[in-house]
């Protein structure tokens, strides 16, 4: 009964679209529309095309409500004639063409890319949500987009993202946490803006990233911290400390036992310094040279990683936070935050991390001895 449209019904049409009745143009609309939808994959193209005439013809004449109905209607079917789809997503009012922007696939990229450059935000928040998105159209979305477009974008894995593109919602997650922790759970996030992100973001979004992150995004966001905490450093002291005496102190205590929280813990009240270190660089395996920038850092992630390898307890921990010499003193929530990083951080992780810190500083160490050699040398 749908595979054509009547000759009766196109005459009322014409009378419907001339005359002036609104209301039966609106009910002309539905029951094209319904006659449509129920015949919608058995229809070939010269039929739809039938219908697509007749819907354009209707479109122009009918009042807001009823097309953001119909948009509704055709937004998932895959025969959807054309012109009319086209016709609903250029519409300037937004809920009368977000539907099809959002769920057609009958709009072109240059359709998309048309709206996108000439329509307002709600046109734009539907785009990004789409099911798929080139580069190009994500790009476009993002420097035209307000901060509802962003986060939808970026919580999209449909979308695909530029460099660029991915740099400018970079910078704007310094600003926006929960923007920071979408970016921070796409897997195509390059790794060199991973990094760039975990450093600007803040302690609570680290820990709600490795809270929500799959296993292989969790070793990522690892890493991406690891890197920030080995670049981000104070400059050292002007004369390197003598830990010798410490270290001699930590192996005696421990064959004896007593190398454990209470004793460390009464090493940070007495802003024992040296036997601070020593202490969780003999716990943890890791050299001194790894755990003494990271008692003079401003960011505390480093220092928290170093004293859950060495097996210290929270307790201990907050006390070697508080009096760490020539630092500025730790707010509370800080220290709140901290303890989540704390408590989050497995063993292993902590020791994996602290491991490989180590390792590296001591690559660092022998390259600088081999070119010491090398020049003495020449």
Known sequence: MAAA???????????????????????????????FLADADRLNDVQVDVFDDVLVRLIERVEAQTLA??????????SAPKAAVRQLAFHEDASVAAPVLKKSNRLSEQDLAEIANTRGQRHLLAISGRETLNESLSDLLVKRGDSAVRSTLAQNSGARLSGAGYAALVQDAERDDSLAEKLGLRADIPAELLRELVAKATDRVRT???????????????????????????????????????????????????LNDTTVNRFAVQRDYTDVVAAISFLSAAAIGSIEPLMRNARLDGLIVACKAARLNWATTTMIIRNRPGCAPVSKQELQQGQEVFETLSLSAAQHTIQFWSAQNMAKKNDRSNTAVAAIKV
Do not use: F, W
């Open 5 to 35: 449209v009547s000759a009766a019904l196109i005459v009322e049409l014409d009378n419907a679209v001339n005359g002036r009745s609104p209301e039966r143009r609106i009910e002309i609309l539905r029951r094209v529309t319904s006659l």
């Open 69 to 78: 109905q119909l948009s509704s209607n055709l937004s998932g079917v895959g």
């Open 208 to 258: 709600r990233l490795l809270k929500s992150a799959s296993p292989e995004m969790q070793e990522r966001i690892r890493a991406a911290v690891a890197k920030v905490a080995e670049q981000v450093h104070v400059p050292p002291p002007p004369k390197p400390i003598d830990y010798t005496e410490s270290r001699s102190k930590m192996i005696q205590l421990n064959r004896t036992g007593k």
